[in-house]
Structures are given as C-alpha cells and as structure tokens.
C-alpha cells in the first residue's frame, strides 16, 4: 500500500450545509442496527443468547447447575467456565470469559444460555443455579486506598508531571484556592444497547468468524478478539452500518462481543444473537470512574497564577486497568511556572472502567474550571479576564506553539452573545419570583489528534463517478455524510459522484470513532487515497482503476501543539424553596478547525453541551460497595436529560480552518461539548445563590440555605 | 404456553403464535422481522419503542402481544408508506437526531402527541385546561419527555415537532 503525503483540499462541499445522507432510513426505523439483521444478510434462524452473571463480586465459581435450565422448553444449551470453548490467549482479563472459576467483580459473565427465542434464553438464564466461593472484596473508591501509581494513564500519557517548585510557590502566593472537587460515577447509556450478531462458517479451507456487532471501530473488534480466538485476522469479518450511540462505550470490545463468539462456535455454523439489555450495561459495557480532584492554586493579587497542582484520585478494576487521565487538560491550559500533576487509582473489585466522552477532560476540566472560578472570586477579577490574564505564550506542557489557540476569541464571543457585561459581579444579586438567577463561564479544551492505522481506497466507476471505501463507522457522528464531502472535493466531482462504503472490515483499516480523532484520520486517508489516485490516473479514469493508500505522518505535529478551544456560558435559576436548578440558557463556542458540515457539526456540539448538562445536573451512578454493583442500573434510576430539562441550548464556532493539521481543515469535535460545560452550570449555581458546590451532580439539598 | 393472534402491521395482516411471555415489540422485532421500533431499555423507561396502537402512541416493551390480539400497530416506517411524514420530513430538515435509535419512536411519539394536542388533552404544563392547547415549546417538551436522546437532539427535535404542528 502507497503512502501520500496529502496537500490541503480546496473547500466546496466541505463547510456547506449537505443532508446527512442516511436519514430517511433513520427516521423511517429502516436502518437495520447490530442484531436487526436478518434473511437478507445471511442470517438465518438464530439462537438467542442470554447472559448469566456473577453474583458476588469476588471468589471462584464452585458449581453450575444447568440441569433445570436445560429442561426449559426452548433451550438449546449452556455454557460456563467448563464447557466453553478455549481461548489462545487470556491476557485481556475482560474479555478472556469462562475460562475459569474466578469471580473478579459481581456482574461478570459465568454462563450463557443459548436458546430457540429470547423468551426461552431468558427464563433458561433465571434457572441456571451458580454456587460460589465468595472471597472479601473491597469496591469503594476513598482518599485512603486510591494510593496506587499506574505505570500511564489512558491512552499512553504520563501519570505524574512535576516542574518548577509548587510548594515554595504556594507558600508564597497572595491568594491560594486549596479545594477538593468530586464527580460520580457515569455510565455512557447510548440508546442502542450493546449487540452483536455472531456465526461462524467456512470461506474455502479456513474458518471464518462473521458479526454484525455495536462498535465504534470494526477493525479494533478484529485486533482484539482474532488472536484471543487463534484466528488470523482475515478470519473475522466484522460489519458495523449502523450504530445507535456509543459515547466511548463501544470503542473497545466488551465481554458480550467474546460471548457471542464463543456462543456461535458451539452451533455448528446457526447464528447467534446477543442483546445485553440495558441493565447489564451497568456491569458490562464500560463507564467513568467517579474522581476526587485535589486542587492547589496560587496567585498573584491580580489573579496570575504561579501555581497549579492537581492530584487526582479515582479507581480502576483488578480486572483489567482503565486510569482516566482526569489532570492531563491541566497541563496545558494555563501558564503558571510551577506546576504538578498525578494520578493514583484505587485498584477494586468491580466492573471495568474505560472510555466515556473526553476522558479525562471532561472530570478534569471541571475542577480545574470551578477552581478557577474560585479564584476569580478570590482575586475580585473577573472570570473570563481571569483565563485572559493566564493564557499560555506556549504550550506549557509540551513547549511547542499552539497552532490556532483562539480561547479568549470564544470567551469574547460567547460574553457578547451572552450578555455578559451585564452580569453583576457579586453572587446571589438577582432573584426573580422564588428563583435564584446567575450566570456562569467555563474553559473547554480538547487535543486534536489523528490516529495511525487508517487506509482508503479510491475504485472509478465509469462515467465521472467513484467508489471510496474505508472502514469507519458512523455512530451518529454525521460521519457518512462528511466523508462524502471530503472525498467529493479531494477528488474535485460532486458528492454526488461518491458512492461511500464504510463499516466493513474488508474495507482498508480504520481507526475507532473515538477522541474526536475520527473526520481528521479518516478524511485524512480518503484525501492520501484521491490525490495519490488523481496521481497515478489522472482526471478521466478508466472504469475499474483504483488506489489504496495511507496518508503520511504529518511533520507540523513535531513542530506546534494542536488543540481545539472553547467557551461555555451557562444561565442556572436556583428555587429558593426547592432548591431545583434549572438551565435557561446554555451556549458553547468553538474553536475546532474547519466545520465540514454546519449540520451535523452543530448537532454534535449540541449533543455534548447536553450530555454535559445531563452529567451537571443528574447523572450518577450509585455503587452498593457492600455489594460491589450498581444500583442505579437503569433508566428509571440512572437519570439522563429529557425533553424537558433542555431548554435554549446552542453552539457556534469561528470561521477557521487548520490546513495545517488536516488537508480538509478539521481538527474534530465530537468531545469538546462536554468539557468545561457541568463547570459552567455549577459556576452559574455559585453566582445565583452564592452556595459553592464541588460535586456533580449537583442537587437540591445543596444549594439550600 | 403458546397463543395465536392477528396483528395489523403498517397495513399488513399478520397471523401469528407467539410465547404468552412475548412482548408486543418482540413479536414485532423478533416473530414479525419489524425493526423500525427499537428496543432502548425494555422497561417503559426510554420511549425507543413508540408505535402508534389504535391511533395512539404506545410503549409496545410494556404490552404482551397476546392482550392485543386485533390491534392495528403502524410504525415510523409505515408512516412513511406514502413518502416521509410531515413529521419525519421535519426531523430531516431540523436534524433531529443523530445516531438514529431513538429516533422511529420519537417520530410516532410526536405524530401522537400532536393529535392528542389537537384533540385538547391536557398535559401537566397546561394552564388551561378547557380551551384550545397551543404546541408551545414548554407543551412539546413536556409530552416528548417520555422519549429520551441520548445524543442529545433535544433542541433539534423540538424544533422539528414544532415545525411540524404549524403545518
């Protein structure tokens, strides 16, 4: 395969306004998710897996008892740690199911149950009776036992950074804000539930594992479960077409996506169908860590930091290791020459965290972002004039220039928009009826990041139109649609000409939709491939020519720091009876490189304003550490934003372009609507009622007198 | 234990047995092969699963199949039979969703909720409870809130739904 260095792309249909080209079969119900693929697909008369898992969070699986399960009219089989096939390599402790008695966290998968309908799988998995040696656990996360140093923090960062004297500059500074700040735990919940359809056949002389499975990275599914399996990995197929949410929950493969293979390598070839319902989700399909931030900051009178230091204490599982990088935004948001960072985990017995929407940013810019509202308070300096007088010359972590670093820009914006020169300085000013009024301003920030491993392929149909393929997929993101785009112009056609094939493992290598990173790599390998095809064909192709090709390492990444920025500004109306807190207004503005659809672009800021909102206000998720589980496990009691909670929510962004970190001029945006925004709504709650919460989420009782 | 019934689809007679324990949206998804309602949460929490049942919106992951034998279920595809509905037409111009799962029952919930408004239905926001209800932004929020987005297409919705009640 060629690789290209790619040239920036001149903008036509990229930055208008196109139709997300899959929305009629959205909106219609016919797009077909993970395990709602049938006869036309190949899959024909499945079994339906039902999931049994561990209740107890820690001990060995002494007995399993599938002797009435069995009797169940309907079921076909169950499997536990003694029947189920064997896997080569069990070093992914999450993934590597049934292949022994331990019990490393309560929820974990000890049987399946495979069964003729779904009614029969599940009334068979309530009958499976499971003995278990049960062993102390510990499963709660506190300042004493979140003492362990890991060797990184996702996704290879360092876990500790230390520059300059941060003791000495504290003892010294006029003012010093010395704070803890606490979120909870999260769970992602997309609305599709985690699925995967799984059958295993022969293609010639060789064993072929197919799936239809719930995944923002086909090929990362295929990296992960191929070696486990002894399989190659042209011998799993993976397909993704549609994909309801994943918010970082489905980046990786979890246990289910490993039943399912296993399940359908004991069926002779019949499809298997595995739907985790939405309470298992709670122990199975990832979540955020809930954090304590500890927070130093020192100033000069004015407000100019000398000092930051944030030591992070949050947990991870003895199962597998998940260490958000809850300080990493903190090592490059403001200047102060004395700095300190670190993360220590408490390593417990419960499910496995990972990723959930900015990891790390979006904890660690909610401490960081009320400290420095209570700084602001501190110094009696205004708090956007407050993140004015701190912004970096350079990059303060890594020493590079910041390409495009326009944070004041969307402070100065957003305060316009807003109307904030009209906010009174001093909280707990304005009442209107029973409701406390404040206003409040947050920093967001998101690194740009292009991941390696992609590839695409560029096929002339005949007639002026071209094939182009890759294997990204489209949670949500709009991403169908902007890849169109981007192949549109950097082949010079109309997106009319672009037949787009996404989804598919036997498509070139893609990378997972995840860290914002997925317009910039993958649009970054379409644009290697087309003007590499242009290269070799010229114009005027012959029908069937095609180029495959990977895009070149980008030099400019050794040379500046590339990040997005932006500004949120929240309204909050705090009941002074109740203590309710609703959200009036919520604004973000940004600073991401080129928008390459306004739609779908304004969707996704939308979105992470809301779910950000979502996590200020409501979300947590409430761990029994005497039982080791959540029991908050679902949507009744694991409080996500509805129609009603969202009032005026919207986000703009300068006219920018960075050419300079991607040919079409994106650098990402589909984390940064969530970072800095729970900061901007607690700020707001401090300057409505003059009560300082430092825990999200936030409630009533709280801002009570 | 096994039932027989008859089931209206988007138009289609269907004649089926079914497991007493099925719910409506299994038989729907499972015995019928009709995905267009989704399954969110399978608890009547997420609203995913919204048909129109009778003329009505309706929770199809809290109804057994069998206590609706007879009944004439049409989807969000079957409202688009004839070409989108204006309400599914409103969801496009507005982008009204995102990754699409809970979009099939938030069409059918608005199609619903927006008979139920002309037909004067009170719900808790309205201050009048005997004239005629306007689909007001704070009307359309609080009867859409039985349909959750995680993608958080809220505003987009809400514009759509309103775009769709003026006609």
Redesign the interface.
């Given at each position: 395969m060629t690789e290209q260095a790619t040239r920036p792309v001149e903008a036509r249909a990229i930055g208008s306004h196109h139709?997300?080209v899959?929305?009629?079969?959205?909106?219609?119900?016919?797009?077909?998710?993970a395990v709602?693929h049938?006869e036309a697909d190949g899959v024909i008369d499945p079994l339906h897996v039902w999931l049994v898992q561990s209740t107890v969070a820690k001990g060995r699986v002494t007995r399993v008892d599938s002797a009435a399960s069995l009797a169940h009219p309907g079921v076909v089989a169950v499997l536990d740690h003694t029947n189920a096939p064997r896997l080569d390599d069990t070093d992914n402790g999450e993934l590597a199911i049934l292949q022994d008695d331990r019990v490393g966290f309560r929820g974990q998968i000890v049987a399946l149950v495979l069964a003729e309908?779904?009614?029969?799988a599940r009334?068979g998995a309530a009958l499976v009776a499971v003995g278990y040696d049960q062993e102390p656990h510990e499963a709660e996360l506190r300042v004493d036992n979140a003492t362990y140093r890991p060797d990184q923090v996702n996704p290879a960062m360092e876990t500790d950074t230390d520059e300059g004297d941060v003791d000495a500059a504290l003892a010294s500074a006029d003012v010093v804000v010395d704070q803890d700040y606490r979120t909870a735990y999260e769970h992602n919940?997309?609305?599709?539930?985690h699925a995967t359809l799984a059958w295993w056949g022969q293609e010639g002389d060789r064993e072929v594992l197919s799936m239809f499975d719930s995944t923002q990275g086909v090929h990362g599914v295929v990296q992960a479960l191929a070696p486990m399996l002894g399989l190659q990995p042209e011998q799993v197929r993976v397909r993704a077409p549609?994909?309801?949410?994943g918010?970082g929950s489905k980046g990786e493969a979890h246990s289910h996506v490993m039943a399912a293979a296993l399940a359908a390598r004991t069926t002779h070839g019949r499809p298997v169908k595995l739907?985790v319902?939405?309470q298992q989700m709670f122990a199975l399909t990832g979540y955020r860590t809930a954090t304590i931030s500890h927070v130093r900051l020192g100033a000069a009178a004015d407000g100019t930091l000398v000092a930051i230091e944030h030591a992070v204490q949050e947990q991870t599982s003895v199962v597998r290791e998940f260490a958000e990088q809850t300080a990493a935004p903190t090592r490059m948001m403001y200047a102060a020459p004395n700095r300190r960072t670190s993360h220590r985990l408490a390593r417990l017995d419960v499910a496995v965290p990972s990723w959930m929407r900015a990891p790390g940013e979006m904890p660690g810019m909610f401490a960081h972002e009320v400290a420095m509202d209570e700084l602001a308070v501190a110094c009696g300096v205004d708090p956007i004039v407050l993140r004015e007088r701190n912004e970096p010359d350079i990059d303060p972590e890594s020493g590079k220039p910041f390409h495009q670093r326009r944070l004041v820009e969307c402070l100065h914006r957003g305060a316009d928009r807003f109307g904030w020169e009209d906010r009174p300085p001093e909280p707990r000013t304005t009442a209107d009826g029973d409701w406390w009024v404040g206003t409040g301003v947050a920093s967001a920030t998101y690194p740009a990041m292009r991941s390696p491993g992609n590839a695409a392929r560029v096929l002339a149909l005949g007639k002026g139109r071209y094939a182009v393929s890759i294997g990204a997929v489209d949670?949500?993101?709009?991403a169908r649609t902007v890849l169109t785009q981007i192949a549109a112009d950097a082949l010079d056609v109309s997106p009319a000409a672009i037949d787009l094939a996404i989804a598919d493992t036997r498509l070139p290598a893609a990378s997972v939709a995840g860290g914002s990173s997925g317009t910039s790599s993958w649009g970054t390998a379409i644009v290697a491939a087309a003007q590499r095809f242009r290269a070799d064909h010229g114009p005027s192709p012959d029908a069937g020519v095609e180029t495959t090709a990977s895009a070149a390492d980008n030099p400019a990444e050794e040379e500046f720091a590339f990040h997005s920025f932006g500004a949120v500004f929240a309204e909050a109306r705090v009941n002074r009876w109740t203590g309710e807190v609703r959200v009036p207004r919520l604004l973000g503005v940004y600073s991401v490189g080129r928008v390459i659809n306004p739609?779908?672009a304004?969707?996704?800021l939308?979105?992470?304003?809301?779910?950000g909102l979502?996590a200020a206000l409501f979300e947590t998720s409430y761990r029994d550490a005497r039982f080791g589980h959540v029991v908050t496990q679902?949507?009744?009691t694991y409080h996500?934003?509805?129609?009603?909670d969202?009032?005026d929510?919207?986000a703009e962004w300068l006219e920018e372009s960075d050419q300079v970190f991607t040919p079409a001029g994106g650098r990402g945006i589909g984390e940064i609507g969530i970072v800095g925004t729970a900061a901007a709504v607690a700020n707001a709650a401090f300057h409505a009622t003059g009560t300082r919460v430092r825990s999200i989420p936030i409630t009533a009782g709280e801002l009570l007198d | 234990m096994d039932a027989q019934l008859s089931l209206t689809v988007d138009g289609t007679v269907h004649s089926l047995t079914v497991d007493t324990r099925t719910t409506l949206l299994d038989a729907l998804r499972e015995r019928l092969g009709v995905i267009s309602p989704k399954k969110g949460c399978d608890h009547g929490q997420c609203g995913s699963c919204t048909v129109l049942l009778d003329g009505r919106r309706h929770l199809t992951c809290l109804a057994l199949a069998v206590a609706y034998d007879g009944a004439e279920i049409v989807t969000a595809d079957g409202l688009a039979a004839d070409g989108l509905h204006p309400v599914q037409q409103a969801f496009l111009d507005q982008d009204g969703y995102q990754c699409g799962y809970c979009t099939p029952g938030q069409v059918c919930s608005a199609v619903g909720m927006l008979d139920e408004l002309k037909e004067g239905h009170p719900s808790h926001v309205t201050e009048d409870l005997v004239g005629e209800i306007e689909p007001s932004e704070v009307e359309v929020r609080e009867r859409m809130s039985g349909n959750l987005c995680r993608c958080g297409a809220y505003p987009g919705i809400l514009a759509a739904v309103c775009e769709a009640a003026r006609g």
């Open positions: 139709d997300r899959d929305g009629p079969e959205k909106v219609t119900g016919r797009a077909a998710y709602e049938g309908t779904p009614e029969a009334e919940n997309p609305l599709e539930p549609y994909v309801g949410g918010f739907a319902t939405r949670i949500g993101t709009g739609m779908t304004h969707s996704q939308v979105g992470g304003l809301v779910m979502s679902d949507l009744a996500v934003a509805s129609h009603a969202v009032l929510v919207d | -």
